[in-house]
């Protein structure tokens, strides 16, 4: 392992010295100028004919890429990308490099699959990965990087070229070799280089006017390259050499005309018809310059090195065509030029305008919208908007909705057509005010001027502002039902058709309309999938999901979260609301399926917490904090409160139905769900007076069944076990309900409580009626054992001889064959009544030392001073110590008062 100080690189001080010019390389050869012009590696720019070697950034290279981790760090202009492909063009050997461009584009995934396939089996030396424009990537890949190397930097080795600093934590990697930050001085050429580039591109000139354009672009490659084209343009009268001493002002302010004067016309007019694109192909540049030789234009403009880098095909990707890259100093240039105006301008604008055209009447939207907005032409992109802008959204491609809204600026109030899909745009990002502001306004222009908007979007964006603020009303879906009725007689198929039955189904959910909602949202499925629109499928697939769990369809519900993430994997643009509450469904199904798999083939179910004092939860992943969907944000919570009890903390999953919407607030099958999830923890913690009350409030909502069951559990926590026994019969036999699933708990606790009381064949029969209600679902978590006295359920389903040898019952007989039931397990740490009513309260918790509060959990766990000093690996008199100390924290004297107060402040 490399154990170097820190190595921010800069001209004056290099961690190594570096090569003289003409040094040998690693391969032992002298290294020289590039001699083929075929890229280095797939993905990198081709190199102009008149190419500078770089020794002294390559000698840094040399040294910096020995560590995981280099950074790259300069402007554009700088010459970063032709500088590395340059030095892998003459670095030998480099064990098959990578070469990456990154986009705002670039995924999570993407940037993983690359680092795995850089690391390579661990018997080879890692590759070479090379990332162009990292400043691009997200936090989260720039996250992934930082973790690789804090996890694995031995099996890492990246280049990263970026225009500003990375967000990777700098200083234990520097400290260790692992990382080092070459600055931007590293790229300037020197004076000798850039004498030499200047001429290849001035021609024949005069020696003091190449002195004035190497002193004025300061050793960087764009600058120099245009100050020696824009020279070469210049009239002989002209006293050049003064002004580029003289002016003020940036390089392309001032060589911007005298660029273009050099240029041949056929080459003036492709760089202004393809200014608004970030890379293209000789295709585009026919398409948009109307001419059947741009491609040689293009190619000539990219062989002699003006700033135009040819980008050859990545190995694997699709078409394999290659395309070229515009400088974005160059780029500034063109757009003086397009601003300055002139015949050229005009002839440029028209010509792309016939093409945009083009592209719309093709089907290539998004295109159009691009290039009206690069145009000026904030109208017709307005109009474009409020006619395709809703199959824009639902395809993934509302990107060109924000670049609208950025650009057109005032422009857009002249467009209100346009604001309800920047409204739904906004809701995608996860900016609910900026979508409920611009629904409102759409809602307030429509009231005072109907027929803005077609009565499908209007319906739509009314559906989703009215549930983003909690206010569901039958009669918004009832009056948007009408429409679609009639909308899907029309001969022209309304393209918001989609988006107002998904709203309709999403808003159904919420109001327990359940067959109704899945009707609709299976109607918007199927529409999305006709038309192609990956994200608007992925979107209604996930709130289908939820559907199908509340329907008790776990396995369906598995199955279209799983659908719903493969697209939104495919489909970029999927709102993360969409992947979140996908991922929610998955793991609703996963718990309701514990202890087995949610399916019959997948990875085991991790095991219950053996130690529930010492076990830690698992994760939710984290869904957006502003939820447009109420349903999704109330499964979660139940969820975090579910997650808190497997983890082994009741009072954490106390705390999480605690922050449930008020009771009176929800409707009433999530009002049902949420007493009985409280239900469920008062069992746990033996609360019979709670139990009751719960009791009462679930036939307050008519739902009987599940009235019966918390009356029998509130008999099963007294020990009256013949009325209970009685009471979880009965609530089976009367709960009509496929969500919570009260019949089988029912079953099950009365064949545990029947079974201790002796009544064998009836234990067995419950048990295989609860197998037979369950098999279909695969649900596990009514066999975690919820009766508090009766026989384990293991006993139970071991002694039930009707079960098939080959089928479900097996699978459960051996998933639960060692579990001791719930209120077993978490009987050390849970505080009982009896502990809440007679331990004094405490202004505040005392604060304990984290060995304290491994002691308290020995002590929790029963342990004697001798097994909690071999556990914690101290001595015996080291944890009397402890003891002692909290006893004196607690206020208390002896053991048993210690654990009731430290169960009652939920230390444990």
Known sequence: MATSKARDVKTAAAPRKAPERGAPTRGGSTRGAPTRREPPVPGAPWLPRPYAPRHELWAHLDAATEGAVTVLVAPAGAGKTLGVAGWLATTTPLADPIWYTASAASTVTEVEDLLSRASGDSAAPPRLLVVDDAHLLSAACVRLVAARLDSDPERLRILLMTRWDLAIPRLVPELLGHLTVLRGDVLRLSREESAWLALQHAGATRGDVLEAIVERAGGWCAALVLAARASAAMQPGDDVAAMFRTSGGTVADLVAGEVFVGLRPQERHLLLCVSGEADLTEETARHLTRDPRAGEALSSLESTGLLVSKVSAVSGAPGGEERYRIHPLLSEVVRRRLVAGGVDVQRATGTVLRATWSDLAGGHTADAMRRLLVLGRYDDAGAVLAEHGARLVMAGEDQC????????????????????????????????????????????????????????EYHSILLHRSRSSGAHQKRLVDAALVDVERAADAAVPDPHLPLVLLEVGVTENWLGLLPAAEEHLTRAVLLCRAEGFGVATAEALSHLAITQFMLGREQACHALAEEALALAGEHQRTPASARARAELARMLVWFETFPLPPTADPAPAPALPGDPAGAAPWQLPQLPQQLDDLTAEFWRQVMQARLALLGGSVPDSLRALESLSPLQRLPQHLKVCALVEQAGLAIITGNRTALRNLADALGECGADGERLWVLGAAEDVDGDLRKAATLYQRAAAGSRRAQPPTRAVALTCAAQLCDYLGETDTAHDLVVQAIDATASRRLGSPFLGWSRHGTRIGQVLAGAKALDDSGWGVELRQACVELPGLSAMFAPVVATEHELATVSEMHHAPSLSPRELEVLRELARGSTYSDAAANLFVSENTVKTHVSSLYTKLSVGRRSEALAVARKLHLI
């Open 401 to 456: 909705v924000d670049a609208f809204l950025r650009a057109a600026g005032p422009a857009i109030d002249e467009h209100p057509a346009s604001w309800g899909l920047i409204a739904r745009s906004r809701w995608a990002a996860g900016d609910a005010d900026a979508g409920r502001h611009w629904a409102d306004r759409l809602l307030r222009h429509e009231k005072s001027y109907p027929g803005t908007v077609s009565a499908l």
